[in-house]
């Protein structure tokens, strides 16, 4: 059973007087922008944490997540800037200006309040030189008083009788993310636009971060002399159609055999491996990514089918569900005495009964949360080291083909565990010397020629699916 996560307990209190100066901090910015754009309609985003912690890394993940999903919901209005300030000590703000009519922009944002899964949580002023409608109440825009946290009535009412408790009040928001981010993986279901976005990040934040032991990023090429970072950014560019075609591929199935899913998709992988091929000049930079991002993709779009929000077991589920016979068709079926034409997963298999990805998809890609999430939602810092850590974990707990291939035995699963260990109780890489850890371990896997592709193939779909959900 997971631990509940307190979103307040690394969190630092605040004073009454810094909250009012953080008010008035709020009025100066949303004045500003009025004047700076005195036709448009200014939205001022931030969230009710009630108590004297009003900020702390989960909270910063709360109004991620809803930032990203109202900016989604704004994405058919003109914006003309956003602002983010997630580190504010009184709590993450946000600010954006739209080209639109003040009322359409207010309704959107009451629809995010009431319908997103933490919507509660927010705070989203709409505001407009140039439009009376500013005064417009919930009410005569059609919708319903906001409602109380814990009870469910007039939230106005709780609050002015003093209903609930600081404890009350608290209890509900940790609920609301443990229920999000850590009982469960929950993701809201976003446009096309939105989900092509979210796989070109995960794939282009794992080429940058760094250092990566073994691995292509800005500033090394690691045990890949072929390659380098502006190879792996051609690549992700090429992959464009490809992200499209499978969660598009996803929303659109309508057999229950979802074996039939993977098999619609394969052709369009296929076609994307030959863009990479010509994108690159011949080089294999994301093949494995290619074959785990698109079944994923494609099982987000099918989970997400009539649905605002969506669990990421669902979503593994049904991974699982379109792999369920990729090891008995493509590994045991395959005879063993012509190793010349085996692929590096056939042959590990016949070698080492190792199933490498097939049995990941086989089994819902289960890594994925059980390391590469997990860790990037503990992880603490700057979203390099978050990465970093969350490479690490995956590195030590996964079977790497990559890895096992380049050294020849399975044994070198074991080393890697023991890399891994040493590197956490340094404190990750948002110390020092875990950090410069990470730097040796890149310059021994180079010399030995070693690299560990699968765990980075999990990053990128970490940071895909930790985009989508709010994470990073």
């Known amino acids: 059973m997971n631990e509940k996560v307190d979103v307040f307990k690394q969190g630092q209190s605040v004073t009454l007087e810094e909250v009012l100066e953080n008010r008035e901090w709020r009025s100066y910015k949303q004045s500003q922008l009025e004047k700076v754009y005195p036709d448009d309609t200014v939205v001022a985003v931030k969230l009710n944490m009630p108590g004297a912690v009003k900020n702390s890394p989960q909270i910063e993940q709360l109004f991620q997540a809803g930032w ?9 209005l003109p914006i003309k800037k956003i602002v983010l300030d997630l580190k504010r000590k009184t709590g993450p703000e946000g600010f954006i200006v739209l080209q639109a009519a003040l009322v359409d922009v207010k309704k959107v944002s009451i629809t995010f309040e009431e319908s997103f899964f933490l919507g509660r949580l927010f705070d989203s002023d709409v505001m407009s030189n140039q439009d009376s409608a500013y005064q417009l109440s919930r009410t005569a825009l059609g919708f319903n008083p906001r409602t109380c946290l814990v009870c469910g009535d007039n939230a106005k009412a709780c609050a002015r009788d003093q209903r609930h408790d600081l404890n009350d009040l608290h209890e509900v928001i940790n609920s609301l993310y443990n229920e999000y981010f850590v009982d469960d993986v929950l993701l809201p279901v ?4 939105a989900v092509v976005k979210a796989a070109s990040f995960g794939f282009l934040a794992e080429a940058v971060t760094n250092p990566k032991p073994g691995l292509v990023d800005p500033v090394s090429v690691g045990a890949h002399n072929d390659m380098n970072i502006y190879t792996f950014v051609d690549s992700t560019l090429a992959l464009q159609d490809y992200f499209k075609q499978t969660f598009e591929a996803g929303q659109t199935f309508s057999d ?13 992988g296929i076609a994307a491996e030959e863009s990479m091929i010509l994108a690159t000049n011949g080089i294999n930079t994301h093949k494995g990514a290619i074959f785990t991002a698109g079944i994923l993709l494609a099982a987000y779009g099918y989970a997400s089918r009539g649905k605002d929000l969506v669990a990421l077991s669902d ?26 034409t085996l692929t590096a997963g056939q042959s590990q298999f016949h070698q080492y009964k190792l199933t490498g990805v097939r049995g990941e998809v086989q089994k819902g890609l289960q890594p994925l949360r059980q390391f590469g999430l997990k860790a990037l939602r503990e992880s603490t810092g700057h979203e390099n080291d978050r990465l970093l850590d969350s490479l690490m974990a995956l590195a030590g707990g996964i079977e790497d083909s990559t890895l096992i291939k380049r050294a020849k035995t399975p044994e070198i699963t074991k080393e890697m565990v023991e890399y891994v260990e040493t590197f956490q109780k340094m404190g990750g890489a948002s110390t020092v010397a875990g950090k410069a850890f990470l730097s040796e371990l890149d310059d021994i896997f180079i010399a030995r020629h070693l690299s560990i592709g699968g765990a980075a193939d999990y990053l990128i779909l970490t940071a895909l699916v930790g985009r989508l959900n709010g994470l990073i």
């Open 256 to 268: 229950c055999d979802l074996k039939k899913l993977l098999a619609k998709i394969r052709p369009f």
């Open 68 to 76: 990203r999903v109202l900016l989604s919901d704004f994405e058919d």
């Open 190 to 193: 976003f446009s096309t636009k």
């Open 315 to 340: 979503v593994q589920e049904i991974v699982s569900q379109m792999g369920a016979d990729l090891v008995e068709k493509e590994l045991d079926s395959q005879p063993a005495k012509d190793t010349t």
